[in-house]
């Protein structure tokens, strides 16, 4: 109902309904960007907070959090990176990359690539799930997961395999690696043409 402008009250007592995660986010959000513009300032480090940052990102981390613990995967990503970085909060790394995962966990593109520049092991693991559902990106990916040994073991079929995938699919970095591996006859027979 909220996502068609319904507004939802108590059927007792007919209060309003507190706001749905994508407004939490929004929000929350909006206070966040005023704070880090002032934060920030043309600085390109973050300052001790003035007791009104303060209290706007103790605001913000409780509206993400509630947004987050719904479902919002914005929420739970843009929390992680607040701890992850200790922006306005104290710099909790565990915390962070527990937020970070949930969101991926849940299919968030930015939280997936995130956790592919953090834990190669662990991603590589993600990536395949997301590769077997025909991501052309997470093909690629996994492609060069393959071809690079992060993550997996090194192994060049399974590099082209997976970058085979993903180029059918016109993912243009896909099809450039396999273009590199023709012309160097790296994992396939060399191929000028190809």
């Known amino acids: 109902l909220r996502k068609q402008g319904v507004q939802q009250a108590c059927p007792l007592c007919r209060t309003l309904l507190p706001s749905g995660p994508e407004q939490l986010f929004e929000d929350a959000t909006c206070i966040y960007a005023r704070t880090v513009g002032r934060q920030r300032a043309g600085r390109m480090a973050w300052l001790p907070l003035t007791a009104s940052e303060k209290r706007n990102m103790a605001q913000v981390v409780e509206m993400w959090t509630s947004a987050a613990n ?3 995967m914005h929420a739970q990503y843009q929390l992680g990176y607040t701890y992850l970085l200790g922006r306005g909060v104290a710099q909790d790394s565990e915390k962070g990359l527990q937020w970070i995962r949930r969101a991926a966990d849940e299919g968030f593109p930015e939280a997936q690539a995130a956790l592919l520049r953090r834990d190669y092991s662990e991603t590589a693991q993600r ?7 025909g991501d052309s990106k997470a093909q690629f990916a996994f492609g060069k997961m393959y071809y690079t040994g992060r993550g997996v073991a090194q192994d060049d079929d399974e590099a082209v395999r997976w970058l085979r995938k993903a180029s059918d699919q016109g993912n243009a970095d896909a099809l ?3 273009g590199v591996m023709h012309f160097t006859g790296k994992g396939v027979a060399q191929d000028m043409k190809k």
């Open 127 to 133: 990536c395949r799930k997301v590769a077997e559902q």
């Open 70 to 72: 719904q479902g919002n």
């Open 176 to 178: 450039y690696h396999l």
